[in-house]
Each structure stands twice: as C-alpha cells, then as structure tokens.
C-alpha cells in the first residue's frame, strides 16, 4: 500500500505563498494520479488540484486556478503544491491523496489519503 504524509502548511498574510509537500512510503507512486484536496471547518471536502502519473497533465479547480501550482517528482515520490497569492479563503486543512487509473477530481475515487496539513491565511 501507500502511506502519504504532508508537509509545508502554516501561517501566512494574505497575497502570501506557501509550498506542501506530500511525501509517499511503500509502493512508489509514478504510476498514481495525485490530487490534492482541502476541508475548511463546518465545509465540505473539495477538489483544488490533480496530476497525471507523468506530471504532463495538471488540473485546477476554477477558485485556485492562476494561484496555485501541482508538480511531482517520482524519483522522490514526491507532489507538491505551490501556492502564491493567497486568500483568506484558502484557510484549510490540505490533504494530498493518491489514486489508480484515470485523473478524477472526486474525493471518493481516491484510494490513500494523507493526514492533512493547516494552512492558515490570515487578512
């Protein structure tokens, strides 16, 4: 199986940046879809970001789309989200995720979840 754990959240001014990290152990990951979700107090968890097992192909959801950026690095078994110009809305737990087969921005096609990790964008 994979285990993911992320990395990189914190406390940040509004118009800010920040940089996660999602590191996987056990089964190495290339051949996954990685996503990355958040889950803000009293919401829903929603999509925010997805990648191809290549890293050829990234997918925003329209809220982050401009802001953030999806990169991986498979010999490090490694995704990240670097996110530039945030928002008081972007206050979140962030959770990096992993799938098998096709890119998919439902949470629920998902198959290994990461604990999550706070960023807090204050204004």
């Known amino acids: 199986q994979v285990q993911l754990q992320e990395s990189g959240g914190g406390l940040v001014q509004a118009g800010g940046s920040l940089r996660l990290s999602c590191a996987g152990s056990?089964?190495?990951?290339?051949?996954?879809?990685m996503g990355w979700f958040r889950q803000a107090p009293g919401k829903e968890r929603e999509f925010v970001s997805a990648?191809?097992?290549?890293?050829?192909?990234?997918y925003y959801a329209d809220s982050v789309k401009g802001r953030f950026t999806i990169s991986r690095d498979n010999a490090k078994n490694t995704v990240y989200l670097q996110m530039n110009s945030l928002k008081a809305e972007d206050t979140a737990v962030y959770h990096c995720?992993?799938?098998?087969?096709?890119?998919?921005?439902?949470?629920?096609?998902?198959?290994?979840w990461g604990q999550g990790t706070q960023v807090t964008v204050s204004s």
């Open positions: 056990g089964r190495r990951f290339s051949n996954y879809v």
């Open positions: 995720a992993a799938k098998e087969g096709a890119y998919s921005d439902s949470a629920i096609r998902y198959n290994y």
């Open positions: 990648i191809s097992w290549s890293g050829s192909y990234a």
